[in-house]
């Protein structure tokens, strides 16, 4: 099988899911954003071994038996006393500490199950149905991400949506965010998903670092960068490259650092500066935006010593 990683779930209001709440009859999930490191695990068709991945990697095929030990150990002693499903990639979260600290969370928490072998014309097969996907996970004895709400599109328009923002399960503080998801836009095409993600207030970047005489200026790109470019946001990047990359925790991570930070801010903020801000001044921000990331960098470094 072709590796396929789990699909990149943009804020709501995105292009990518812009009709997710456009007909009425949809129903939606609505489930508790984990934050964890994303993966999968699969039955190789040939072989039959079983294969585990980061978001970006085949970690069986790479021989990594590095990343994600401890809940890749926890996940194959489950395996041997059921076998996955041949037919279906499982998308999981890796849950290795990353940003919040839960104080009682499973190794591995089930995302979505995808179908292999019924590929519609971008060569991805479509994903179970909720109940489907909890039965399954509950057959292999992986717990499924909570679920905060399941109905029509037409009642929680009748909502506030970021209402149903939970108290996470698995810590004493509120859910990093929810994850919206439509299985089954109809459409004359074809049926189709669309997913969605809302961030909580706590944890949208608010960073208050000081850098230099960014403050003194207070143009909007220093506005930009002391509201988006968080010590969270700059660990969530150091983690896509070590965990998802493999990259060596060291300094040599700056050469991709900051450049991955800026994307990231673009990417998933552009809609909220487009509205708020006149003007980026994108040398500025390549100048600043990497001070930050070497302070991060160093604190994380700190941390394995």
């Not at 590095?66 to 076998?83: A, G």
């Not at 960014?214 to 010590?231: C, H, L, Y």
């Amino acid at each position: 099988m072709t590796f396929k990683k789990y699909p990149k779930i943009e804020r709501l209001g995105d292009d990518d899911n812009r009709e997710i709440l456009l007909y009425g009859e949809d129903t939606l999930v609505i489930e508790e954003k984990i934050d964890g490191g994303n993966g999968s695990f699969w039955i190789d068709d040939k072989t039959e071994q079983i294969h585990e991945g980061s978001r970006n990697r085949n970690l069986t095929l790479e021989e990594d038996e590095k990343t994600f030990l401890k809940q890749r150990l926890w996940l194959r002693k489950k395996l041997q006393q059921v076998k996955p499903n041949k037919d279906y990639v499982y998308y999981i979260e890796w849950m290795q500490k990353h940003t919040i600290s839960y104080t009682n969370i499973p190794e591995v928490i089930g995302l979505d199950i995808r179908l292999k072998h019924q590929a519609n014309a971008e060569g991805f097969g479509m994903f179970l149905g909720m109940d489907a996907r909890e039965q399954e996970f509950k057959r292999l004895g992986i717990e499924s991400v909570p679920t905060a709400w399941r109905g029509k599109v037409q009642e929680l328009k009748k909502m506030n949506v970021t209402d149903l923002i939970p108290k996470s399960k698995y810590y004493s503080g509120k859910a990093e965010g929810i994850v919206i998801k439509n299985y089954c836009r109809k459409h004359p095409r074809g049926n189709y998903q669309l997913y969605a993600k809302i961030v909580t207030d706590e944890f949208k970047e608010n960073n208050k670092a000081v850098f230099g005489g960014v403050r003194s200026k207070n143009t909007d790109t220093q506005k930009i960068i002391g509201e988006f470019a968080t010590d969270a946001r700059i660990r969530k990047q150091i983690h896509r490259l070590t965990i998802e990359e493999g990259k060596k925790l060291d300094k040599k991570l700056m050469q991709l650092l900051p450049t991955y930070v800026i994307k990231d801010i673009l990417r998933e903020e552009f809609a909220n500066i487009y509205e708020n801000y006149k003007f980026i001044d994108f040398k500025d921000m390549r100048s600043k935006v990497p001070r930050i990331c070497f302070r991060v960098l160093n604190e994380e470094i700190e941390k394995q010593k």
